[in-house]
């Protein structure tokens, strides 16, 4: 049991693992407490490194954060027009990270399109000039973040930033997140400013917004079952890279997909369950796909589109309750549509886009077509 949170590798470290597994009947083996302490796992200029089997029971911010900020004494350190550093080689699994007052897992920083405040900018005797007033975060790359159940998060559940290449976050569960209310810090998942990831087979329950996926293309977001969201469903919020240096020169690695989702929204639930966001003149990638998601909720507006996405939409389905949608085990968690009912088969053929299993890993199609939604079931 450590009491006030660990620090990992603040000076660097590589090709390491911390791990509760090993004992046998005992499924995590190091607990973490750390009411009074920012984070209860903090690991700072690694690579390759792997955190899985552990326990986190309190942090007064994130359970597990894996980051390094620029610097605020020197602002080309840890700038990443000057500093070659890049994390990568990330696996965080099978951990239970529950009752913290922030993330449960912050991986990357949020700030990959550039910070002129929180860093250098803070500090009177910091020379700014050579950075232009704006400091730059390292690249995240080849991260895996799987099968973590993740419970009671102020904040969001899983926060990812800066995640340019190899991201993958999948077969998580996250239940109850966003209970401060937080604006913008309310999400099941968030994938930000900086980030390509592939986020499938997750489960979302009771919270605020389900997912944000921003960043810069490139991410394909499929087979997530999400109930229980008070705020959107799933939304995009695309951003170019701004450096011509970047991993590609201000612009976007490729399109977003959101496919094949469920969304089962909470009472009262506030806005679109889909929708997208664009800032003013803010250029958007091409290659949007929308389709066979399945939208649980009242009221017809649940789609919100901008037209500059050029979205490819295809059989996304709403329907007023779970028992018109044919999810009759939905209170069991069992999101299969009922034989005949409007979803089965009613989706349209995704192989091209490469998905071919559902949110159990299963086949598609299992019949004669593909059905809406998460699950495949017929």
């Known amino acids: 049991m450590a009491a006030g949170g660990a620090t990992l590798a603040r000076g660097g470290g590589s090709h390491f693992r911390v791990t509760g597994a090993g004992a046998v009947g005992v499924e995590r083996g190091i607990v973490l407490s750390a009411p009074n302490a920012p984070q209860a796992l903090l690991l700072l200029r690694v690579k390759h490194a792997e955190i899985d089997h552990i326990e986190v029971d309190a ?12 610097s605020s004494s020197d602002c080309k350190a840890g700038d990443r027009r000057y500093d070659g550093f ?14 913290v007052v922030g993330e449960g897992i912050y991986l990357g920083n949020s700030f990959y399109r550039g910070d002129s405040t929180h860093y250098c900018g803070n500090n009177a005797n910091c020379n700014f000039a050579p950075c232009g007033g704006v400091q730059y975060p390292h690249e995240v790359r ?55 990831c592939t986020v499938r087979r997750n489960l979302l329950v009771s919270g605020g917004v389900g997912m944000q996926i921003a960043g810069i293309g490139g991410s394909l977001v499929h087979d997530n079952v999400i109930v ?33 989702n469920t969304l089962i929204a909470a009472p009262n639930q506030q806005g679109p369950a889909l929708r997208d966001i664009n800032l003013p003149g803010n250029p958007v990638p091409s290659g949007n796909h929308l389709a066979d998601n399945l939208v649980v909720r009242p009221g017809t507006g649940y789609l919100q589109l901008t037209p500059s996405y050029g979205w490819i939409v295809g059989a996304n389905m709403r329907f007023a309750t779970t028992a018109e949608a044919g999810l009759s085990g939905a209170g069991t968690e069992d999101f299969c549509p009922d034989t005949g ?11 091209a886009l490469g998905l071919t299993s559902d949110f159990l890993g299963g086949p598609r199609p299992v019949g004669a077509g593909w059905d809406v939604g998460a699950l495949e079931c017929h």
Not at 59 to 70: E, G
Not at 86 to 99: T, W
Not at 169 to 192: C, K, L, M, P, Y
Not at 229 to 243: A, E, M, Q
Request: charged share 15%; hydrophobic share 35%; net charge negative.
């Open 86 to 99: 890049v994390m990568e080689g990330i696996s965080i699994h099978h951990n239970h990270l529950h009752d």
């Open 341 to 351: 009912s409007g979803p089965v088969g009613a989706g349209v053929d995704l192989t």
């Open 228 to 260: 229980g969201h008070k705020g959107f469903g799933i939304y995009v919020n695309p951003r170019p890279t701004p450096l011509p240096t970047d991993i590609v020169a201000q612009g976007y690695v490729g399109g977003f997909v959101v496919a094949q």
């Open 59 to 70: 942090s007064n911010f994130a359970a597990i954060m894996c980051k390094v900020d620029p």
């Open 142 to 196: 080849d991260i895996h973040v799987y099968e973590n159940l993740i419970e009671a998060t102020g904040w969001d559940g899983i926060q990812i930033g800066s995640a340019v290449t190899g991201c993958l976050v999948e077969q998580n569960v996250v239940r109850d997140w966003g209970t401060q209310e937080q604006s913008s810090q309310n999400h099941g998942i968030q994938v930000g400013d900086g980030s390509s």
